[in-house]
């Protein structure tokens, strides 16, 4: 199969230039100007050519933070492998890195197989997985090098969620220890778990209950805390650390001071944190459980700190950490006590969209939004130059995208499984046009032409800024 992608302007993380992309099966095979006089000869060779005038070609987006049915809170979270990643398509993200979860008192590498098992021959688009590490005993820490060697190359800790995922600062350090040997990355959840539960508990005692709750106890300087201290442990144990969903403002000082140190110390944000506030949360009635994850949302202020660290690449990668639950039978757990409402916002279909109003209103430069949302998290996480750029020999993993195109967020309209939107009526310019996963066309048209099982499972490689 041959196809040729012409007319366009390709937009890698190094800059943007007008050129014709061929296809030849599942690789890029080559790229030519424009006017190379190359490229009519593709064009009539080809089996098919998608004509990208007027539109950016685009590396397809890396998701390095999703949860597909993932046990938590009492339930699962709603879109499986299957529908999350036609959802991810929709969206322009062609790759995700999802989450094994370590249950107490089993083993890493039982949890793997179990998430190999949901999700091989489900998946529309290729696929990757961290290992989220609960219980850091002998076994799980000789586990971690297995894990590396079958391609699971980075591990996620929590420091929130006392009693289910939490690790005690000396779990962490010897996990932080096993990291130093094999290579792998930490990734942290940076949240004072002991100290929040003790907020929840007198909140809980004193009859709030309302989802805005949610938010009031677990504040930025919890987030900070955790955030300084794991960037400690990790000082004391020479291991790399990756802060996932940073939130606040002073979170991210904490960030910054170390990598201006020389730290190995690098953080992720999510769009929800850019362009939802504390306020959505405050929304009256239960609507505000729609906005409940963690980190909690936060007051307005500390959006545009955010959008400054994407600027000075304190931030460097932008996930969504989708963990969508139903409004009517899943967030409805926590009516009457906001702690019981399941942790988690959808967000998978919309990441590229919403970084793209970034673009629009100055905040980033089209090459910056590339970089933040592909090529950076392929290399985080060892999947370069395999994913996140559009080059001879790389995955045809290509989105043709509309920048002047309108659309308008809506559960009506989205396509995860999830029954409402958390951007419901936002309106959106720009908008995905056509997608290819390793070559295959997957949507045009506004119609999804994959399938379940072409996303492959990928053998990632240890972190590219640091091997
Ligand atoms: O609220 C959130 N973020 N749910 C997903 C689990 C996690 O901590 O990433
Ligand atoms: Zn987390
Ligand atoms: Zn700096
Ligand atoms: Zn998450």
Known sequence: MRTVVRGGLVVNATGAAPADVLVEGERIAALAAPDAGLTDGWAAA?????????????P??????????????????????ATGTVAAAWGGTTTIVDFAVQAKGTSVLSTLDEWHAKADGQCAVDYGFHMIVSDVNDNSLKEMDACVAAGVSSFKLFMAYPGVLYATDGDILRAMRQATGNGALIMMHAENGIA?????????????????????TRPPELEAEATGRAIQLAGVTGAPLYIVHLSSAPALAAVSQARDAGQNVFAETCPQYLFLSIEDLARPGFEGAKFVCSPPLRPVEHQAPLWRGLRTNDLSV???????FCFAEQKELGRGDFSRIPNGMPGVEHRMDLLHQG???????????????????????????RKG?????????????????TQTLSAATHHMNVDYSAYEGMEITGKVDTVLSRGRVVLADDTFTGAAGHGRFLRRDLCQYLH
């Open 60 to 81: 397809g987006g890396v998701d390095a933070h999703t949860h597909m049915e993932m046990p938590f809170g009492g339930t699962t979270s709603s879109d499986t492998f």
């Open 318 to 324: 932008v996930s969504t950490d989708h963990c969508p």
């Open 46 to 58: 080809a089996d098919r050519v998608v004509d990208a005038t007027g539109r950016y070609v685009l």
């Open 359 to 385: 673009v629009l209103a100055g905040e980033l430069s089209l090459a910056r939004w590339v970089e933040v949302a592909s090529t950076t998290p392929a290399r985080m996480f060892g999947l370069y130059p």
């Open 389 to 405: 750029v559009i080059a001879p020999g790389s995955d045809a993993d290509i989105v043709v995208y509309d920048p002047t195109a």
């Open 196 to 216: 929040i539960d003790q907020l929840v508990a007198r909140a809980l005692a004193e009859g709030r209950t309302a989802p805005v709750e949610h938010g009031l």
